[in-house]
């Protein structure tokens, strides 16, 4: 095998460093519990119409309201277990990086696809929430920055790798400033709960 050869099969595949992977890992092991717990409280929900998620503290802070609203079952079905599907898939890959496992430039792409969806589902529902259900559940803001977190690492080391296009200025400031992105969307997200119920957290 050429030189060439290599390089070309170095551009089509990527495994990833301990911490990329650990990070999936960690934010996948996030996910899949605030789904769990979610699930779990739902069921004691539809068993038993007065009980009251341990997490709901206060008018704002109230899970029971974000569980009881039509948002919560957004394709039919709960949406926490359509979360322990996808954190559980997105667990597998970071542990099977931490294996030494090198996957294809198109998996990459979908495994991407997949955040992306994952990314644009939750701003939907932080909307609902903040505007629509008029309540925050702490699990679900849990696996709100988990999948913040997980888009933009893992749509960073896509743009990086070459399997997405990127020009490379863009592939320069994502090989020193990922940690950018998260931070300022989660930022986002935080400013918009603190301004939403500015009355309530100041009073």
Request: charged content about 10%; proline content about 4%.
């Amino acid at each position: 095998m050429t030189a060439g050869t290599r390089t070309g099969e170095r551009a089509r595949t990527g495994g990833a460093g301990a911490g990329f992977a650990l990070l999936l890992v960690i934010t996948g092991a996030a996910g899949l519990l605030a789904s769990w717990v979610i699930t779990l409280d739902k069921f004691k929900l539809l068993e038993d119409p007065d009980f009251t998620p341990g997490c709901s503290l206060n008018p704002v802070v109230s899970c029971g309201s974000v569980m009881k609203s039509d948002q919560a079952s957004a394709f039919g079905f709960p949406n926490p277990m359509l979360g322990l599907v996808a954190y559980a898939v997105v667990i597998c890959v970071g542990v099977s990086l931490l294996a030494g496992a090198v996957f294809p430039g198109w998996y990459w792409v979908a495994f991407d696809a997949g955040c992306l969806f994952g990314v644009g589902f939750v701003t939907w529902l932080q909307f609902q929430s903040l505007y629509r259900i008029n309540a925050l559940c702490l699990w679900c803001c849990l696996a709100w920055v988990a999948t913040i977190l997980l888009f933009w690492y893992v749509t960073s080391y896509a743009l990086r790798r070459q399997f997405l296009p990127a020009p490379g200025w863009l592939r320069e400031f994502l090989d020193e400033f990922t940690w950018v992105l998260p931070l300022l969307h989660i930022g986002v997200v935080g400013m918009l709960v603190l301004t939403r119920w500015w009355d309530f957290w100041t009073s």
